[in-house]
């Protein structure tokens, strides 16, 4: 191993530091012993008065004495300093010093006893006492430990901001309904009072993210005209045991001295959770006192009498506490789903009404092109139209904005600086092609709206959208195989004409596969396997967590086999259907497809005089 070297001594380092060091030393022995010896007040007096005093400095705090003395040769006169006794009386000191013929230099001013009282001592402790306090109410409103206990409930108040109304709601009529009769006790509870009606103490929203929970809540006490309190579960939850317990007490006090008026809990589901089970012996025991001293609250009030409604809003109600939900407690739920397809439109109008529209806008296409969106989503959509019309220079916001805004969202931007080489290019319009002609060709298929070949930041190359014409709740055998065609269309297509298959279709393929299984496991829709299900989802309610069949299995191997086979059934005659409907159409296929290299977007008129013409 090699010897490292010999490391350098600082000498310039420690030559500076010496020379500081002596310097530092130097000058406190010039100060020590130039300084002016200290003796007391009386000592001082003494000396004067033994004439040894030959000049005085006098000032507020000290007197400096010049003796008499002679010093020794090369030193300055001895000198010798005092504190000033500031009660004495100054001119009895000056006396002495003028009939001693002592020279006098500086200046006395007599201040009042009660001048250096209040700035000495009141004025310092005063100030002090203010910076205390200020800190304090800082440390107080930003949750600091001196407000642990304390609720950090916001106050919406009709007289403090502009109140929502059940006309800024859309979409939600049937919960809105149902929550009428809450608007009406709050406004007129003798009415119920009188013919001893109890209205629900708690009201639980239900229903998937972004439909408007919050919001209804909030129009609940608009149209009430009540102060509305409002926090979410998980401002309850600290890492010191009894702070959220606290909270809610603090919450349920102000609502009291502030009835009537609503209490609104967002995410019920941070502290609702069940006790029950494996949940109990790793759970928070913060957040079980928090949801016990809520149980407790809710008891002990008596809401025709207090007023005091109490809503809370959660997409998770299947995990909530039995106690929680029970009568008496949160004993009205009502449902807050997505809307329909006239619930859309309603929403769009009224996230559009601060908007400058084109004459003309049909929202009801553009409602029937966003199945499954809820308010939030449509918001964001209405207001990305906006952001587009602006970015083109527009002064008004078209049609055009709007279907553009629906792909960004759905599909993302377009790459149109994406470069793909022309045999590539010719797939995928063949591959959209077979789609869009299959489902012109299905019976039970929805309406190709459009058809693009323009690639997408989502990693598409190309998009068949289809409008459905109305809102579906339920799908027949028969439509769920229209489906599966479709989505083989562009695998059947390139294999038709290119002569070759490609990575393009694993999408269709992925979607295709889990529709038939669906309908065997899920739907009972095999002859073989009969009426049954098969699998069990632990999903969410409202939540789409991602995990769709398989999370747990419940059925033998022989009938795992048995699934297999329906499935590859199902796909393989689906998939020779799709290609008996495209060979028999081929001319329009190729139609299709030379079109859509030109001009890269169809529209639904064109695309279908080209799917019906004659060749």
């Not at 500076?16 to 310097?23: D, Q, R, S, T, Y």
């Not at 009141?122 to 200020?134: D, G, R, V």
């Not at 049909?362 to 952001?387: F, H, K, S, Y």
């Not at 377009?414 to 080489?421: G, Y």
Request: charge should be neutral; include cysteine; glycine fraction near 8%.
């Amino acid at each position: 191993m090699p010897e490292s070297p010999p490391r350098k001594v600082p000498w310039p380092t420690i030559l500076f530091l010496a020379g500081f060091m002596a310097l530092t030393l130097l000058q406190t022995y010039v100060t020590n012993k130039t300084a002016p010896k200290k003796l007391t007040y009386s000592e001082v007096i003494e000396l004067i008065e033994q004439n040894k005093v030959a000049e005085v400095e006098v000032d507020e705090d000290e007197v400096i004495a010049t003796l008499t003395e002679k010093p020794e040769k090369d030193q300055p006169p001895k000198r010798v300093v005092a504190t000033r006794i500031p009660g004495l009386d100054p001119q009895k000191l000056i006396t002495l010093i003028e009939s001693h013929n002592v020279k006098l230099r500086g200046r006395i001013e007599r201040t009042p006893w009660w001048e250096s009282f209040l700035f000495g001592w009141i004025l310092p402790i005063a100030l002090m006492f203010a910076l205390w306090s200020y800190m304090a109410r800082r440390m107080n409103k930003r949750g600091g430990p001196l407000s642990f206990g304390r609720s950090r409930v916001k106050v919406y108040d009709r007289t403090e901001s502009t109140p929502i109304t059940f006309a800024d709601v859309a979409g939600v009529d049937e919960p809105m309904a149902e929550l009428i009769e809450v608007v009406d006790f709050l406004k007129n509870p003798e009415k119920y009072q009188a013919l001893g009606a109890r209205i629900p103490k708690g009201v639980l929203l239900l229903g998937p993210p972004g439909t408007g929970k919050t919001l209804l809540a909030k129009a609940v006490a608009g149209e009430a005209e009540v102060p509305f309190f409002s926090m979410s579960g998980s401002e309850f939850v600290e890492m010191f045991v009894g702070v959220g317990a606290s909270r809610i007490r603090d919450m349920f006090e102000q609502a009291k001295q502030r009835a009537p008026c609503i209490v609104f809990i967002d995410e019920l589901d941070a502290i609702g959770k069940s006790r029950g089970g494996m949940a109990a012996m790793a759970g928070n025991d913060e957040r079980e006192q928090t949801l016990n001293q809520l149980l407790v609250e809710m008891d002990g009030f008596d809401v025709s009498k207090g007023g005091v409604v109490i809503m809370a809003a959660t997409n998770r109600p299947e995990v909530l506490d039995p106690a929680l939900v029970r009568a008496g407690r949160f004993d009205r739920q009502v449902l807050v789903d997505r809307p329909d397809v006239r619930g859309r439109i309603e929403i769009l109008r009224v996230h559009s009404r601060k908007m400058k529209l084109e004459v003309g806008i049909d929202l009801e296409v553009i409602a029937q092109r966003t199945p499954g969106m809820v308010g939030a989503d449509l918001a964001n959509l209405v207001n990305e139209a906006a952001l587009n019309a602006a970015r083109r220079g527009g002064k008004m916001v078209e049609q055009r904005d709007l279907e553009e805004a629906i792909d960004r969202i759905q599909l993302g931007l377009k790459k149109k600086n994406r470069v793909m080489r022309d045999e590539e290019k010719r797939r995928v319009a063949y591959h959209e092609s077979g789609h869009a002609l299959v489902a012109l060709n299905m019976k039970h298929a929805d309406p190709v709206h459009r058809v693009t070949i323009i690639p997408r930041s989502i990693g598409a190359l190309g998009v068949t959208l289809q409008l459905p014409t109305e809102e579906r709740y339920l799908m027949t055998k028969d439509e769920l195989f229209d489906r599966i065609c479709v989505m083989l269309g562009g695998r059947v297509a390139e294999e038709i004409v290119v002569g070759d298959i490609s990575t393009g279709a694993s999408n269709d393929l992925e979607r295709s596969t889990e529709t038939a299984r669906q309908m065997i496991c899920k739907y009972g829709m095999s002859d073989k396997l009969g009426p049954l299900t098969y699998g069990k989802s632990n999903n969410s309610r409202f939540l789409d967590m991602g995990g769709g069949f398989g999370e747990e299995r419940n059925f033998s191997e022989e009938i795992a086999r048995t699934i297999d086979a329906e499935v590859r059934s199902i796909i393989d005659t689906q998939y020779a259907r799709t290609r008996a409907v495209l060979e028999g159409k081929r001319a329009q296929l190729q139609a299709i497809a030379e079109r859509l290299l030109v001009v890269e977007t169809l529209e639904r008129p064109e695309l279908e005089r080209l799917a019906n013409a004659t060749y």
